[in-house]
Each structure stands twice: as structure tokens, then as C-alpha cells.
T-cell receptor
Framework: NAGVTQTPKFQVLKTGQSMTLQCAQD?????MSWYRQDPGMGLRLIHY???????DQGEVPNGYNVSRSTTEDFPLRLLSAAPSQTSVYFC?????????????FGPGTRLTVL | GQQLNQSPQSMFIQEGEDVSMNCTSS?????WLWYKQDPGEGPVLLIA?????ELTSNGRLTAQFGITRKDSFLNISASIPSDVGIYFC????????????FGKGTLLTVNP
């Protein structure tokens, strides 16, 4: 199993550009989520999905869209990039219905918005 | 949103020393998880705790789920250089729709 994969690993955008961060998992996990990690802020939840066709907002959803058309994929879209979205983005997945929702993380996408 | 207070923020220790870090909250959690993040990588799960009072070990790591269900600690014994990284606690509350709340992390540096 490849686990959780994310592409690209690095990305530089100009303010106002749009892009999609890709996330895929091959563990048949129902639950997938996106976090952003900023210095001193820990991991903050952007959006999550409890299954195909179902998404919901996390703690910091503004400026981001998600969709979940398949169990495997959970892309994160930046509609109009802003410098405040410069961050490291992590995708995670889990079975969701186990007691602890033990999430497995991808390697991250490092995004810089100029 | 819910807050997890993780301390200390950072630690500088000598190889061979023991380390202790903890997370506290004003809310009750049903699950506590401890993750480690190496530089440039995603967090990796170290230990999962499911019951109040539970004490679980993973090699040199030991973690406990507090009796009040509002705290957890992680101990690392006989530290080695590869223990360097950021350690995160995470908790899941009942009715949170599987969402995890993360602490802000403890940065551990081990001097050989």
C-alpha cells in the first residue's frame, strides 16, 4: 500500500491564482481530512469528509473548497490564493468508525503564495 | 474551537535523559493520540489511548490517559538523537463527528 499520497510536494503561486492540491489513499478509508500547519499554530482542520459525497467544514474553511466523488480521492481547491494561505498542507485518512479515528497523514504540500 | 494546551513548547535535552510532555483541556475527550513529526514529513501515530487511566507503552515511549479524561502525558525514556522532532497530542470528543483536536506541539531537541 502507498498509504496517503499528496501532490505536488512544493508549489509557488501568485496572489489570485487558483490551484488544486491532490490527495489519494489506497486503504479504503472512509474518513479524510485536510489540515494546514503554520508555525506555532499546530494542525488546524480545513475540511473533512466522512465518506464519498459527504464533506463538511473544519476550523478554518474560508478560501478553500473540497469534493469527495470517490472513496480514494479528496482534492483541496484554492479558489483565489492569498499570501495568508502560505502554509504546509496535510491530508489525512482513517477508518473513522474505530474508537479513536487514528488518522494517517500524507507527506504534505508546501505552498507559498507571493 | 476546542483548545488543547500542550507543554512544554520546546525542550533541549542530553542524549540518555528522560522526557515528559503533557496535554490538558477543559473538555472531556474519549480518545487521546500522540503523534511525532520529523522535519519535512507528515505526523506519524505513536500511541493511541481509549480509556481513562489507560497506560500504554511503545518501546521507550509511555503514554497515559488521565483519570479525569481531560489530560494525557507522554514519556520518552533514555532519549536518543533520532527522537528529535515535534510531538503532537490529539484528542477526540464524543459527538465530534470523528474530528480530532490537536495541541500546538512540543519541539524536542536531543544533544548527542
Amino acid at each position: 500500500n502507498a498509504g496517503v499520497t499528496q501532490t505536488p510536494k512544493f508549489q509557488v503561486l501568485k496572489t489570485g491564482q487558483s490551484m488544486t492540491l491532490q490527495c489519494a489513499q489506497d486503504m479504503n478509508h472512509e474518513y479524510m481530512s485536510w489540515y494546514r500547519q503554520d508555525p506555532g499554530m499546530g494542525l488546524r482542520l480545513i475540511h473533512y469528509s466522512v465518506g464519498a459525497g459527504i464533506t463538511d467544514q473544519g476550523e478554518v474553511p474560508n478560501g478553500y473548497n473540497v469534493s469527495r466523488s470517490t472513496t480514494e480521492d479528496f482534492p483541496l481547491r484554492l479558489l483565489s490564493a492569498a499570501p495568508s494561505q502560505t502554509s504546509v498542507y496535510f491530508c489525512a485518512s482513517s477508518y473513522g468508525n474505530v474508537p479513536g479515528n487514528e488518522q494517517f497523514f500524507g507527506p504534505g504540500t508546501r505552498l507559498t503564495v507571493l | 474551537g476546542q483548545q488543547l494546551n500542550q507543554s512544554p513548547q520546546s525542550m533541549f535535552i542530553q542524549e540518555g535523559e528522560d522526557v515528559s510532555m503533557n496535554c490538558t483541556s477543559s473538555s472531556i475527550f474519549n480518545t487521546w493520540l500522540w503523534y511525532k513529526q520529523d522535519p519535512g514529513e507528515g505526523p506519524v501515530l505513536l500511541i493511541a489511548l481509549y480509556k481513562a487511566g489507560e497506560l500504554t507503552s511503545n518501546g521507550r515511549l509511555t503514554a497515559q490517559f488521565g483519570i479525569t479524561r481531560k489530560d494525557s502525558f507522554l514519556n520518552i525514556s533514555a532519549s536518543i538523537p533520532s527522537d528529535v522532532g515535534i510531538y503532537f497530542c490529539a484528542g477526540q470528543r464524543r459527538g465530534s463527528n470523528y474530528k480530532l483536536t490537536f495541541g500546538k506541539g512540543t519541539l524536542l531537541t536531543v544533544n548527542p
